[in-house]
């Protein structure tokens, strides 16, 4: 049952939950801030202590978690509008997997320390050659089925290469940094990280969001869509440079962090008339909302170790596919 909102009123509440999401980010963790000692501390009259927590270690991690959320709700609501397949997102369609293979690879063989550029060049370039080899596998059918095995067999391969490193890294800190980006965390994270994914991110936003018409318009069909005056080339185009380029830069400060893309379609759908178009924007914000408050959770869940990010959002993601599972036994 739809209960769709007013657009404005839907944005403008996803953006509240996002501000409140990102402000208890700041606030909260091992070391709890008041919001008076977090006001002085941004204003430059606060303890050293409180500043230090503030700017080295909070601020970037709860701009990154936006971003990076961000790029995954709306990098998955364009592929389920594009490939009209409602579990299609960037992990699934291996993108996630390839762009940390990306990273990985700079980790494994020291590039990453040549110049702060390298590492995410390389998550983006192997995002773009996933979703290259993703099409030329699929064909021109683009068929549901084809492309969701098509995607299986580019992430299981980037996850065989990411396991190989792993497997041959030749020392245990090397080790300790792949498996970061193999789980997805934003753990330790510098304004340095920011300034790298967020051009990246930027970037893939402004592509995707631009597809809104023409991804309307697919609903339809092909045919239809072409008859309306959508440039089908031109649309993949974006779709692949946008994802590839959003979701690379994402990975390489997050790692692979799965499901998000997934998720926040389905929650956001509802609320709306269901249009493509109308998905795209609120998922953004939904995902930057949901991502941040995955990370804030992590912080202060009780564990020996800090928890992974991707695991919890891996969790967060069973009970969509599982809810597909029994819609689809109803139909049959």
């Known amino acids: 049952m739809s209960h769709s909102l007013p657009r404005p009123l839907l944005i403008g509440a996803l953006t509240a939950l ?48 936006l971003a990076v959320g961000a790029m995954l709700g709306l990098a998955g609501a364009a592929l389920q509008g594009y490939l009209r397949n409602p579990l299609a997102e960037p992990s699934v369609l291996g993108t996630s997997n390839a762009a940390a293979l990306g990273a990985v690879a700079a980790i494994y063989f020291g590039l990453a320390q040549l110049h702060p550029a390298v590492l995410p060049g390389l998550a983006i370039g192997c995002a773009l050659l996933s979703l290259g080899l993703l099409f030329l596998l699929a064909g021109d059918a683009e068929s549901p ?37 193999l789980l997805g965390s ?39 869509a072409q008859a309306l005056g959508a440039d089908l080339k031109r649309t993949r185009r974006r779709l692949l440079l946008g994802t590839a380029i959003g979701v690379g830069g ?46 804030l959770g992590v912080r202060i869940i009780p564990s020996t170790n800090e928890l992974k990010l991707g695991v919890v959002t891996a969790f967060l993601g069973v009970p969509i596919f599982l809810i597909h599972l029994m819609r689809e036994r109803r139909l049959w």
């Not at 980010?25 to 091992?30: K, N, P, Q, R, V």
């Not at 930027?202 to 318009?217: F, Q, V």
């Not at 759908?269 to 941040?292: E, F, K, M, W």
């Open 250 to 295: 994402a990975v390489a400060v997050s790692g692979a962090i799965g499901f998000v893309g997934l998720i926040v379609p389905h929650l956001i759908r509802p609320l709306t008339d269901r249009s493509p178009s109308a998905i795209l924007l609120p998922s953004a914000i939904g995902g930057a909302a949901l991502l941040t408050l995955a990370d």
């Open 145 to 181: 089925l084809t492309l969701i095995l098509a995607g299986l067999a580019v992430a299981t391969l980037a996850g065989a290469g990411i396991s190989l490193a792993l497997n041959l890294s030749p020392n245990p800190f090397a080790a300790m940094e792949i498996m970061t980006w």
């Open 18 to 65: 996002a501000v409140i999401a990102g402000l208890a980010s700041l606030l909260f963790g091992a070391v709890d801030l008041s919001l008076d000692r977090l006001v002085a501390a941004a204003s430059g009259d606060g303890d050293r202590i409180a500043s230090i927590i503030l700017f080295d270690l909070r601020l970037p991690r709860a701009l990154l978690a």
């Open 186 to 224: 934003l753990e330790n994270r510098s304004f340095d990280h920011v300034w790298i994914a967020l051009p990246c991110i930027a970037i893939g936003t402004a592509m995707l969001l631009w597809n809104g018409r023409a991804l309307d318009a697919l609903t339809l069909g092909e045919d239809a």
